[in-house]
């Protein structure tokens, strides 16, 4: 059976390509939908002129309305239609498509559908559609299928529309088909294999051209030669590319392509690129040699109705072109449905004014009752008819004219009538380029209409229309497919009887509408726009000349003649004779005088003579020609000699006065440059002008230089790349006294590149000033570079806090957050990164003093830089900000990420940030969002801070200044933010602490100054009662600790080296402080007594209010006399304002959700306490050096197991906490960047 069906396709498939290819004739589609026709009247005889004979239709095949005695024999030609089928609305029986065998769907109808056949339904009792009768329909290469509402139409539901629909359509699934019918229908099973069929008859059976193949997308047999072949569609005749029924893509003459041939070829022997002679245009599916008439032929090879951007139409040999405009493309006029029309419905009051001055408009014009009656839903006022006249210019309409509303004192289109050419390159509906419809016009009034290029004429229901039989509208059209269709105007006998006729001098009787100059053409002359009976040759107020048909006036400067022609054109030259003069040719109205008639700008005299003929003047005067003769011509003036003489004499005389001028000024510029010079020789030196002052003040820092003979190294603390670091003793020249320093000092036969780098460190060091910040006490300039710092006793904050962690309270952890904010914010007003902060780097000075050291990394920014891009080396990954890591961009924000990560080491005590994640992987885990965990003791006050240090926008994190506010509002209740179980057990004694142990546990280190209080001696700074010389001294402190005996009040405070205290008389006696205002006094515990040791001291350099309150109203703790630890602080605080409510500190709300600093908050604490020289902020800042290996910080040391290092291993070494991601040590995972 498949066979059988096989042979029967491939026998239809060769009788159907039996005779060869031919030029198909395409005619264009519609686009009404389910519309009804403007006039049902000749809806019929509009599809049947539209189709008649047409092989390829491109556009839609709109089948609608149709009667049941419509004869569809119009169709039988249609092979291919390039967008959708619709069959809707008819009565007809069965339409003659049985030559149909390709459905493009370029379009389709509601979106989804190539083929569409809907409601074919009679009226009550009238048969429908009963069969499609597409038996040669093969292939939809886009687009579903819907057959619905259809009772009397049979086999549909017995078709394989997947078949037919190609492999590619993405509506394949796009197909319903509805058998819901009123009649039997009969069964065809018994003609066509499967019962397959299209019709009754045998002929109808459906063509398998896919599911029947042997591997390949059309076939025209089973057998797997007979495979199309791929440009084929809808089946072939054998397997070549010029045996396919229709083309998947391109038809060459017969010849399916992927794509036409180009027009231009590059010739590889020459390097050009050469016009092809095969070269062919795209139009449609079809390769043609030219584009079709009223197509634009654009330079890529296509055939187009709109010109692509950035190009413009030109005509070159009578042939539409798109050419590219060399600069930019003139203004053109637009019409409805395109650019900022596009969707407009009408012309009307809000838009009429684009089309003022048009005279060329690429789009359509419509005028609906809503143009003068207005648009209440747009709010659009109705049409003044006067703005009509804005049309008179036009001349060309690219698009179609659509008119079914005009005003009714108007009684003609004569607006329009210089309207030469309606291109109909967009039809209205898809068929029509003119149609004027429900108009109360007599005539059309068109009369420069020569031409209209596409698209038929309607014109219905004009019940007053006259002369529309008088148009000659064959000549007009320019396709014979073109066509009038007129229902229900004036009958052309009535218009007769009433005198509506055309003028009589009309030749062929042909005209727009009554009067002279309504006439297509001229039965005799046409003067202007009038037809004439005959020109005014020999008589008449205006002479005239015949040009062909047209009579042309004579020029003004023409003689009238009597009775003969006055002249024989229309230019001066062309007169028989002259009314006035003649000049060589011309007839003039007077002779010329002084005329610059060419290019030597020489003016030209002439004079008529007794013949009216302009001759030349026998003097041609070039200026001052005011003295005429009695013919007109300058008299020639001979000038006086005095003039001459004078004005000799007073050239001179100006020459003279020059050079004398000239003398003076040169001796007076010589004498003063003689001044000059002698005023500079008097004074030795020239002063110079900076030629770019920056503004900044100078850097007043001072670097201390000491001899190796002072310094004595005692032990080695850590080693590094480039140096050690010793633990030392520093005993100035002449004096007894030993300062404990540390010493790093650079290898030996190291670069003099890391001699620069530590002289840059030391350069930065050298330049801070705050009591929060580790700064340079001198350096040694031997063969290899020293830098001596002051020696912390408690080691760093990392290891202080990981062997501390049973002891420290929150007040301790907000307190170290407050001083390490303080120092970081000072770093930032002198503009110093420091790009390195980690709890590894912040040592203890004492447990209530910490200090931010390392500058290894640090770089100063100048006065004019606001970020530091760094170009190399190993850098801490996971203390680092997001920017910093990617692009290694380094500001103050950034080291706002490190702070958090600082503060969140502390409040984890010790813990290790992203502890087991490579450093590799850090970048990938902060993009995603992810960030370290929320600490146990944490509140989410103190973790919201950490975490909006954390923001992947720098500008979005806090400043310090506002961190330093926050931390110290949080740290005047500490247990409300940060929860520690014993949250009141005080951290230990100094004794209590390994790396203090181990740093008194060698020789030589009895009897030490404090190296502050040796830089700054300050005697009598107290009261004249307490003027001695202070010295804390770590011997006494290690007597102390070594000592059970009780530590009392007043003394024991003294003998150990805790941080600067001072005196303030509280209501019971002195108040001991923190420093700088960073620690901030609780009120005491219930049950404490008055003269215990407090756990937390106020800061001693901030006032101290009246009455024992503190500046933000917090009760100080009970009274302890002890001595202050900088020498220079103030003994007595002047009083203070009253507090205010300690949850509602003083100031306002910053972007960040942080409390900024009140108004002058650092006036306070922090700006009049420390008056020591040696903390003194530099008038400038530092300038930054090169990238520099930081070896002093624990975490950049290379211990030596055999000398014993940790805790563990004895005295002499410091506690480190190893970071192997940090040191890039951590294995193959360990990323350094």
């Known amino acids: 059976m498949i066979a059988a069906r096989g042979c029967l396709g491939a026998g239809l498939l060769l009788l159907a390509a039996l005779c060869p290819p031919a030029a198909a004739e395409v005619c264009t589609g519609t686009d009404m939908k389910l519309l009804r026709p403007s006039s049902p009247e000749s809806h019929y005889e509009t599809l049947r002129h539209l189709y008649q004979g047409c092989q390829v239709v491109q556009g839609n095949l709109e089948l609608t309305y149709l009667p049941a005695d419509a004869d569809t024999a119009f169709l039988k030609d249609i092979k291919e239609v390039q967008g959708y089928v619709l069959i809707a609305e008819n009565q007809v029986s069965g339409l003659e498509l049985q030559s149909l065998r390709i459905i493009r769907g370029t379009q389709l109808f509601q979106d989804r559908y190539a083929l569409a056949v809907v409601g074919n339904a009679g009226p009550a009792g009238a048969p429908g559609l009963r069969q499609l009768g597409m038996r040669h329909l093969t292939e939809i290469l886009k687009g579903g299928v819907l057959i619905e509402k259809n009772p009397e139409l049979c086999f549909q539901e017995t078709i394989l529309w997947s078949d037919i629909l190609h492999r590619h359509n993405e509506f394949r699934g796009e197909i319903q088909v509805e058998a819901t019918r009123t009649r039997s229908c009969p069964d065809c099973r018994a003609l066509c294999a499967e019962g397959r069929c299209w019709g009754e008859g045998k002929q109808d059976c459906q063509t398998l051209t896919n599911s029947i193949c042997h591997g390949c997308p059309r076939c025209k047999g089973t057998k797997p030669t007979d495979c199309c072949h791929e440009q084929c569609a809808a089946g072939c005749t054998g397997p070549k590319h010029s045996d396919c029924l229709a083309c998947l893509n391109f038809n060459r003459s017969g010849i399916c392509e992927l794509h036409c041939p180009p027009l231009v070829v590059y010739n590889s022997d020459t390097f050009e690129s050469m016009p092809n002679p095969d070269g062919r245009y795209t139009f449609g599916a079809s390769c043609v040699s030219q584009c079709p008439y009223n197509y634009l032929a654009t330079e890529v090879g296509s055939c187009t109705l709109v010109c692509p951007q950035n190009s413009q139409e030109v005509t070159v040999n009578n042939v539409q072109k798109c050419e590219k405009c060399s600069k930019p493309c003139p203004e053109v006029c637009y019409g409805l449905g395109v650019d900022f029309l596009k969707g407009v419905r009408a012309v009307n009051a809000s838009n009429i004014q684009h089309f003022s001055g048009c005279t060329k408009i690429f789009g359509s014009l419509a005028f609906l009752p809503e143009t003068f009656a207005g648009d209440p839903s747009t709010n659009t006022p109705p049409l003044d008819p006067k703005l009509l006249r804005i049309f008179e210019s036009l001349e060309e309409l690219t698009g179609f004219l659509y008119i079914a509303a005009w005003p009714p004192d108007m009684k003609d289109l004569g607006v329009f009538q210089n309207l030469r050419v309606i291109r109909g390159r967009v039809l209205h509906n898809g068929a029509y380029s003119l149609t004027l419809r429900d108009l109360a016009v007599q005539a059309l009034g068109l009369r420069a209409l020569r031409e209209i290029s596409s698209g038929m004429v309607l014109v219905h229901h004009n019940p007053q229309l006259c002369f529309l039989q008088k148009v000659p509208w064959h000549s007009i059209f320019r396709n014979p497919r073109q066509r009038l269709f007129q229902t229900h105007n004036k009958p052309p006998e009535q218009c007769e009887s009433e005198g509506l006729v055309c003028f009589h001098l009309c030749a062929q009787g042909h005209c727009w509408g009554p009067g002279p100059t309504q006439c297509v053409a001229c039965e005799r002359f046409l003067r202007g726009q009038e037809c004439v009976a005959s020109c005014n040759l020999l008589d008449g107020a205006i002479r005239e000349h015949a040009n062909g048909t047209r009579c042309l006036p004579c020029h003004p400067e023409c003689q009238p003649q009597n009775g003969t022609e006055t002249c024989f054109g229309s230019d001066p030259d062309q007169c028989v004779a002259c009314a006035h003069y003649k000049d060589a040719q011309q007839c003039v109205r007077r002779c010329p005088s002084g005329v610059k008639a060419d290019a030597s700008f020489v003016p030209v005299w ?264 760094a170009d190399g080396g190993k850098v801490p990954i996971k203390w680092m900000a997001l920017e910093s890591i990617l692009r290694r961009r380094f500001t103050h924000q950034s080291d706002v990420w490190s702070y958090g990560v600082t503060v969140w080491e502390l409040m984890t005590f010790g813990a290790k940030p992203y502890d087991g994640i490579p450093a590799r992987e850090i970048p990938d885990l902060l993009e995603k969002g992810e960030r ?177 309150e503190d500046p933000e109203g917090f009760t100080v703790p009970a009274p302890h006399s002890t001595m202050p630890e900088y020498i220079n602080q103030a003994g007595e605080r002047p009083p203070r304002a009253p507090p205010s409510p300690p949850d509602k500190p003083k100031g306002h709300q910053g972007k960040n959700g942080l409390i900024k600093d009140p108004k002058n908050s650092f006036s306070g604490p922090f700006g009049h306490a420390v008056e020591n020289p040696e903390y003194l902020a530099p008038h400038g800042p530092p300038v930054p050096g090169p990238f520099s290996q930081a070896f002093d910080n624990p975490y950049y040391w290379n211990q030596d197991p055999a000398k014993g290092g940790g805790p563990e291993g004895g005295p002499g070494t410091t506690p480190t906490a190893e970071n192997p991601e940090y040191l890039g040590l951590a294995g193959p995972d360990a990323t350094a960047v």
């Open 606 to 869: 002439k004079y008529p003579d007794e013949f009216g003929v302009c001759q030349l003047c026998p003097t041609n005067c070039t200026h001052s020609c005011t003295i005429r003769d009695e013919d007109g011509c300058p008299v020639d003036q001979k000038p006086s000699q005095v003039t001459s003489i004078i004005a000799g004499v007073v050239g001179a005389l100006l020459v003279i006065v020059l050079l004398l001028i000239t003398v003076i000024c040169v001796k007076r510029r010589r004498q003063q440059e003689r001044k000059h010079t002698m005023r500079r020789l008097l004074q030795e030196t020239e002063l110079v002008e900076p030629l770019t002052p920056s503004g900044a003040l100078p850097n007043q820092a001072q670097m201390r230089i000491l001899k190796e003979t002072e310094l004595k190294k005692v032990k080695v603390l850590g080693s590094g790349a480039f140096g050690t670091v010793y633990k030392g003793i520093w005993i100035p020249d002449g004096e007894s006294v030993k300062i404990p320093v540390a010493i790093k000092v650079l290898r030996e036969n190291t670069s003099p590149k890391a001699n620069k780098e530590i002289l840059d460190e030391a350069y930065v060091m050298a330049g801070v000033g705050s009591p929060y910040v580790s700064r340079l006490l001198g350096i040694c300039l031997t063969s290899t570079v020293q830098l001596v710092t002051q020696l912390m006793p408690y080691g760093c904050l990392l290891d202080y806090v990981r062997e501390n962690k049973d002891h420290i309270g929150s007040q301790d952890l907000l307190n170290w957050c407050v001083q390490i904010a303080k120092g970081m914010s000072y770093l930032e007003e002198v503009r110093l990164v420091h790009r390195d902060l980690a709890a590894r780097n912040v040592l203890v000075k004492s447990p209530n003093h910490v200090k931010i050291t390392d500058f290894g990394l640090a770089r100063l920014l100048d006065i004019d830089e606001t970020e530091y891009h």
């Open 932 to 1108: 370290l965990p929320q600490p146990p003791i944490c509140t989410i006050d103190v973790y919201m801070i950490m975490v909006k240090c954390w923001m992947i926008d720098s500008e979005c994190r806090p400043k310090f200044r506002e961190l330093v506010t926050e931390f110290s509002r949080m740290a005047r209740d500490p247990q409300r933010f940060v929860v520690i179980q014993n949250d009141l057990v005080g951290l230990p004694g100094s004794m209590d602490s390994t790396f203090y142990r181990a740093l008194l546990d060698e020789e030589d280190m009895d009897d030490l100054v404090d190296a502050e209080e040796y830089l700054v001696p300050h005697h009598g700074f107290f009261s004249t009662d307490t003027s001695t010389t202070y010295r804390s001294r770590i011997s006494s402190m290690r007597s102390t600790a070594e000592s059970p005996a009780k530590v009392e009040e007043g003394e024991g405070l003294a003998s150990f080296p805790f941080p600067a205290q001072g005196l303030a008389e509280g209501p019971e006696g002195p108040v001991p402080e923190a420093p700088d205002g960073d620690k901030v006094a609780l009120q005491s515990p219930p049950g404490r007594e008055a003269g215990t040791l407090p756990r937390y001291s106020e800061d001693p350099t901030g006032l101290v209010a009246k009455d024992g």
